[in-house]
T-cell receptor, first 116, second 112 residues
Framework: DTGVSQDPRHKITKRGQNVTFRCDPI?????LYWYRQTLGQGPEFLTY????????KSRLLSDRFSAERPKGSFSTLEIQRTEQGDSAMYLC??????????????FGSGTRLTVV | AQKVTQAQTEISVVEKEDVTLDCVYE???????LFWYKQPPSGELVFLIR??????QNEISGRYSWNFQKSTSSFNFTITASQVVDSAVYFC?????????FGSGTKLNVKP
């Protein structure tokens, strides 16, 4: 098990373009989370999945953002019509989902998005 | 509302000094979890410790120790005999059932 993998590590895109990020969680982890981290700030929750079901979305996740986890394994986060304010590190995490509270997520290394 | 405050933006110490990172949290939940994560320059968040709201017993793990005080809503983290490799950004987080609320982080610089 190699941990949580995110691809790509870095992405530079022009304003208005669409981008898609991928996250591969630890195998058999049924919970998957997306967070966004801007420079000098802590990560902010975006959304999470229990298996393939998207159970909660933050208000930060505007209509331009969409996340999927079609088979309960990997997940994708798409941003349409990117804006400069979307520039951030996008972090994915997974957890076993045992019981009601998880024992600390395992985070990936993140995808750093720069919108120019 | 859930909130985590890390008032110390940046701390610089000389190697072998002890350093304490402060964390104050707000929550109306009676059951919650508190975490510390380390983010080295590589960017990955590394889990350090988890504490639940019913367990105020402080813990020591090697050079790390944690002081959880529910009466003051604080969950402070101390590194004893700091090392250069401890240089990183440290985040305190408050967790409920489905998501975490992170503080803004404290950047620790340990100089040789």
């Amino acid at each position: 098990d190699t941990g949580v993998s995110q691809d790509p590590r870095h992405k530079i895109t022009k304003r208005g373009q669409n981008v898609t990020f991928r996250c591969d969680p630890i195998s058999e982890h049924n919970r998957l989370y997306w967070y966004r981290q801007t420079l000098g700030q802590g990560p902010e929750f975006l959304t999470y999945f229990q298996n393939e079901a998207q159970l909660e979305k933050s208000r930060l996740l505007s209509d331009r953002f969409s996340a999927e986890r079609p088979k309960g394994s990997f997940s994708t986060l798409e941003i349409q019509r990117t804006e400069q304010g979307d520039s951030a590190m996008y972090l994915c995490a997974s957890s076993p989902g045992r019981g009601q509270v998880d024992y600390g997520y395992t985070f990936g290394s993140g995808t750093r998005l720069t919108v120019v | 509302a859930q909130k985590v405050t890390q008032a110390q933006t940046e701390i610089s110490v000389v190697e072998k000094e002890d350093v304490t990172l402060d964390c104050v949290y707000e929550t109306r939940d009676t059951t919650y979890y508190l975490f510390w994560y380390k983010q080295p320059p590589s960017g990955e968040l590394v889990f350090l410790i988890r504490r639940n709201s019913f367990d105020e017993q402080n813990e020591i793990s090697g050079r790390y120790s944690w002081n959880f005080q529910k009466s003051t809503s604080s969950f402070n983290f101390t590194i004893t005999a700091s090392q250069v490799v401890d240089s990183a950004v440290y985040f305190c987080a408050l967790g409920g059932f489905n998501k975490f609320y992170f503080g803004s982080g404290t950047k620790l610089n340990v100089k040789p």
